[in-house]
């Protein structure tokens, strides 16, 4: 006989768990649980539900060696509690610091890819077809939904943007879903579930590095949100999850039309068989154009794809807008808003047939008299692809790299910002700046001097000193103010640029281009 929970915030997360479909009898569910208020409330909502849910719990901890002796204590909370309720425990760790210089990636970038790794390793079967769990469920709650979605308005963002955090997440290997990671308290706030916690006394681990400035969705949960409760819309929280609600259920349409649309107004062919009204398959294999080892890889290229031209000009602009964008996230090359509409108008205009006009990576559009056709570069040499790429960035500003799949910002910090947060070697004063610079990938003989080093050093040796290789070294970023560089991704600015204590400030980074 199942044991009914009566606690009213099981039954919330409950409800929203059989809403959605998010589990099933028998599913082996592994709780990702860091030692915060957020996870452990999720792991003792699961155990009062497991009987009722049928299901076998289990949880899944990664220490990122972020915090020294506090994140090994975390470790020690987390593997205890789960002896306490009789639970396994699959516990990891890694040094996302080293991760993160090696890969070029913000700390937040780095511990993300290695931990929803090590959540890939325990779905995935072995040698005899057995994994360890089939789900992966995280805490994360309405409020970390609001502060995703306010935080990708802020950067710039399509409608899959907008959807946020997704209730559930499928897992592959090979092409094949083996597990997914599922988040049962999206309609959870964060205070009810400190308040759940202290009503059983739960204790719970405080991460001190949610209290630090430098990462900005600590300045958005810490400083903008609060202050958009309070000055404009109390229940705004509500209102930007409900708006990631929105933004799915419009993405999940705008999918099935899409995939309406292939083999019907868009056809995909072999490379260099671009020929009116030949359908090839629908089917496309994607690829990694910064992969060097991809480059070289024998066997069928990816196809082109051709787009019915009178149709896509009878469409209205949203449906224009979808097409294109489709066939560039299936094709494997990023495009930014600015080239979408700037395809659109190519294709509106009068051309002699066969103009081309050139994308990101190598790729290619034609517009013939029936037809838009976008030409994939060969992959199998390696000169195809653009060896070098500039963009503009201006103070302050954001400029696009799809190349290295990052966005490098500009940021202003202004005089009287606490900088307690901000690594002093990367600030750089505005007075010794131009309003314009350049963001580009390094070049040989290009030299850099670091703050805290002797002299310049050729930035291919400072590469090769953090073992940065392949396509990655070849795609590393710089900014460069005319002949000098100014920025290397993952260095210390120069020494004689840095702001003072008390001025103004400006700050360059990258962050990760998330898809819209």
Request: proline letters at 6%; aromatic letters at 6%.
């Amino acid at each position: 006989m199942y044991h009914v929970s009566v606690h009213h915030l099981a039954q919330k997360v409950l409800g929203h768990i059989r809403a959605l479909e998010l589990l099933k009898p028998g599913d082996r569910v592994g709780v990702a649980v860091s030692g915060g208020a957020d996870s452990i409330a999720l792991l003792r909502l699961l155990l009062e539900l497991r009987s009722e849910l049928g299901i076998v719990l289990s949880v899944v901890h990664f220490n990122h060696k972020l915090r020294g002796l506090e994140s090994d204590e975390d470790e020690a909370f987390v593997s205890h509690l789960a002896r306490e309720h009789k639970v396994v425990c699959h516990a990891t760790s890694a040094d996302v610091k080293e991760e993160a210089a090696a890969q070029g990636l913000s700390l937040e970038a780095a511990a993300r890819e290695l931990r929803y790794g090590f959540f890939q390793q325990l779905v995935e079967p072995d040698a005899e077809d057995r994994s360890q769990i089939d789900k992966v469920a995280t805490g994360h709650t309405l409020d970390d939904q609001a502060e995703t979605v306010l935080m990708r308005m802020l950067r710039g963002s399509g409608m899959r943007g907008l959807g946020g955090i997704y209730p559930a997440v499928e897992l592959e290997e090979d092409g094949e879903v083996v597990g997914a990671v599922i988040r049962p308290l999206l309609e959870v706030r964060h205070r009810e579930l400190e308040a759940f916690l202290r009503e059983i006394c739960q204790p719970w681990r405080e991460d001190s590095s949610n209290l630090d400035p430098k990462f900005t969705r600590n300045r958005v949960r810490r400083m903008l949100l609060p202050m958009l409760e309070r000055e404009f819309n109390p229940a705004i929280a509500q209102g930007l999850s409900e708006l990631a609600d929105i933004a799915r259920g419009e993405e999940d349409y705008w999918q099935n039309e899409i995939s309406g649309w292939m083999g019907t107004a868009i056809h995909w062919t072999e490379p260099g068989w671009a020929k009116e009204g030949q359908q090839g398959l629908v089917q496309l294999r994607p690829f990694d154009p910064l992969l060097q080892e991809r480059l070289r890889e024998p066997g069928p290229l990816v196809m082109n794809a051709m787009v019915d031209l009178a149709w896509l000009l009878s469409e209205p602009r949203a449906v224009q807008r979808r097409a294109i964008k489709a066939i560039s996230e299936l094709a494997g090359f990023p495009l930014e808003f600015k080239h979408v509409e700037e395809i659109l108008r190519f294709a509106a205009e009068e051309h002699d047939s066969g103009k081309r006009l050139s994308l990101p990576l190598g790729w290619k559009v034609v517009r013939e008299p029936t037809a838009l056709t976008f030409l994939t570069p060969d992959l199998r040499t390696e000169e195809r692809i653009p060896s070098n790429y500039e963009y503009s960035l201006t103070l302050p500003g954001k400029a696009i790299v799809p190349e290295a799949s990052i966005v490098v910002e500009a940021l202003p910090v202004k005089s009287d910002t606490d900088r307690a947060g901000y690594n002093p070697d990367c600030l750089l004063d505005p007075a010794l700046l131009p309003q314009e610079l350049l963001v580009r990938n390094w070049r040989p003989g290009d030299r850099f001097w670091p703050a805290h080093t002797k002299g310049p050093r050729k930035i291919k040796e400072l590469l090769q000193e953090r073992h940065i290789t392949g396509a990655g070294r070849k795609n590393w970023p710089i900014v460069a103010s005319g002949d000098e560089i100014i920025w290397v991704r993952g260095f210390p600015c120069p020494a004689k640029l840095k702001a003072n204590e008390t001025g103004d400030a400006i700050l360059i980074r990258d962050v990760p281009l998330h898809e819209d």
